[in-house]
């Protein structure tokens, strides 16, 4: 196992290749060295441990364990731990480690992930995901520390040793006081007539997204009942991931229809990402794509900052950011709104990287998101949070109706004003990483070595960027921005159209993603021959470069 886009993720089972007692075990060991190493006062600040309610029945592994075995390894040699004594969202982590002062903090979690699936995710002291160099280190000194101490199997440490404390009650607390950061209207709230319904996917999510609404002066959300309580097997959906739209959605929006709620919202299992739906009297139901609810966000939290910040200099400190594979609609609002924007690698672990770097020279960044449905809002967390992306939507969405307008309506706004963004996300599904290796070296050495295709569909290609291997065409030293990546693929092409498209491999699945974007100018556009011209360039690029038929790729199949 390697640190991926979202820290060690793999199987449950035997063998070092898997998730278990054992490399869970190596991992922290590692962890407790590195950490031993770069922080001299760690015997005092002590680690952060939380854990999703994910569990194998068979083999008997399961989130809370590996979480207590987490906490074992560190308090054998001394170090605090404070860890969770129940299940927690995936940010409670990120918000406790900046809160405690703690050195770290380890998630046992696989997101979203399928149920087979467990991972180990790791926070720095500044709350932001490990990225470069120290994953790398990290990584070295689990090598180094193969052989299990014997008292790192003593689970009941996590009971018993004076070192040990749960933050849930304190951390609980203070988190649902800071969501006032980002509560705007709380008086137009506890009037609003809209009723919501939110699911939990099976996971963490009911109890803080229910806290959340009371925070913001709003009644409880209706939960879906088949779906609020945890459960590792995910019954009631085909895939945890909420990402996949109506077909997961399908209780969560017949609730909602026969409760009479316009507004649907889904958390994945550890409550860190977020799905929303919108009832539409037109065509049933909006199911908002990562991108759309982006743009929404984004516009929400541009328009509450500056009924406070009227000075124009303010904007020379303010950003948002997105990673690279996203829409480029933040570029749109920022090129207008004269304030910053900056992209990153996929990932919210380098959008906490770059939200740690901007605030050391004084700048603040008010929003940020990936699109696979990832939402950072405000200063709370530097890592993506389902539960106060949650609850800021509800708030929007009242504000929205209050005037008239539903948030669809509202998306067409944004668009008229600053450009239609219009995109499409999907994968296709290989195991086999050879084969996966052998696709993106075709592209490297289209037409002999080192070169790339120059046209797709007709269309001229005008730019390519491999940030795998730090080249860029567009650059005139042809050397990437972005950090490069060798552990990983990536490749992004330019049409001459004016549409971006990136194919990549997933970081936690054996996915290769593909990304493809048609950013107009602002006033109105003829949607209708933008989608479909997008349709036409994307489809035919998957054909042409991945080749799924002669790869035996497996095709998206929701």
């Not at 770069?38 to 005092?44: L, R």
């Not at 995910?234 to 399908?250: A, M, Q, Y």
């Not at 919202?265 to 065509?283: F, G, H, I, N």
């Not at 490069?484 to 498209?501: C, D, E, P, R, Y």
């Amino acid at each position: 196992m390697t640190f991926g886009t979202a820290g060690l993720r793999a199987a449950m089972g035997a063998g070092f290749a898997l998730i278990n007692d054992l490399t869970i075990i190596q991992s922290t060991q590692g962890m407790y060295k590195y950490l031993a190493r770069s922080f001299p006062d760690f015997g005092s600040r002590g680690i952060v441990v939380g854990y999703d309610t994910r569990a194998q029945e068979a083999s008997g592994c399961n989130s809370e364990r590996l979480a207590r075995l987490t906490a074992a390894v560190m308090l054998c040699k001394d170090i605090p731990v404070f860890l969770f004594s129940t299940y927690v969202p995936t940010p409670f982590v990120p918000y406790a480690v900046k809160r405690l002062g703690a050195a770290a903090g380890v998630m046992v979690t696989a997101s979203h992930n399928p149920k087979e699936d467990n991972g180990y995710k790791v926070y720095w002291h500044n709350g932001a995901q490990i990225s470069s160099p120290n994953d790398k280190e990290i990584l070295k000194c689990i090598e180094e520390s193969s052989e299990p101490w014997s008292e790192s199997w003593n689970e009941s440490l996590a009971d018993n040793s004076p070192l040990r404390s749960d933050p849930l009650r304190e951390i609980s607390k203070k988190y649902m006081e800071d969501l006032s950061s980002v509560c705007f209207h709380r008086e137009l709230n506890t009037k609003s007539p809209l009723k919501f319904v939110h699911s939990s996917f099976h996971g963490v999510g009911h109890d803080y997204v229910q806290q959340a609404f009371r925070a913001f002066g709003f009644p409880p959300p209706i939960p879906v009942p088949e779906q609020k309580d945890p459960d590792p097997n995910f019954s009631t959906v085909s895939c945890p991931n909420p990402e996949e739209g109506e077909s997961v959605l399908e209780l969560s929006l017949r609730l909602a229809e026969k409760e009479n709620a316009k507004i649907v919202m889904a958390t994945d299992p550890d409550a860190d990402r977020l799905a929303v739906a919108e009832q539409s009297d037109r065509c049933g139901w909006k199911v908002f794509t990562g991108n759309e609810l982006a743009a929404l966000l984004g516009w929400w939290m541009l328009f509450n900052w500056k009924e406070t910040h009227s000075d124009p200099a303010d904007r020379e400190r303010m950003y948002m950011l997105a990673t690279t594979v996203s829409s480029k609609i933040l570029k749109a609002f920022a090129r207008i709104e004269g304030f910053h924007f900056e992209e990153t690698l996929p990932g919210f672990k380098w959008i906490g990287k770059k939200i740690h770097e901007l605030a050391k020279t004084g700048n603040e960044v008010i929003f940020a998101f990936e699109e696979s449905i990832g939402f950072l809002c405000g200063s709370m967390v530097p890592d993506k949070d389902g539960v106060s992306a949650a609850v800021v939507v509800a708030e929007m969405a009242s504000y929205l109706y209050n005037k008239n307008l539903t948030l669809h309506q509202q998306l067409e706004n944004i668009f008229e004003t600053y450009g239609y963004h219009i995109s499409t996300t999907s994968y296709v599904i290989c195991h086999d990483p050879p084969t996966v290796k052998r696709i993106f070296t075709r592209l490297r050495t289209f037409e002999g070595e080192n070169t790339y295709p120059r046209s797709s569909g007709g269309h001229s290609i005008v730019a390519v960027r491999d940030v795998t291997t730090g080249y860029d065409s567009s650059q005139p030293d042809k050397l990437c921005v972005l950090p490069m990546t060798k552990s990983s693929q990536m490749i992004t092409f330019t049409l001459q159209n004016g549409i971006v498209a990136t194919l990549r491999t997933s970081g936690t699945e054996p996915k290769i993603k593909f990304y493809t974007e048609f950013c107009a100018p602002p006033g109105k556009s003829d949607i209708s021959s933008l989608e479909e011209e997008l349709k036409k360039v994307t489809d035919t690029l998957v054909e042409e470069f991945l080749e799924p038929d002669k790869n035996n790729l497996i095709r998206r199949s929701i």
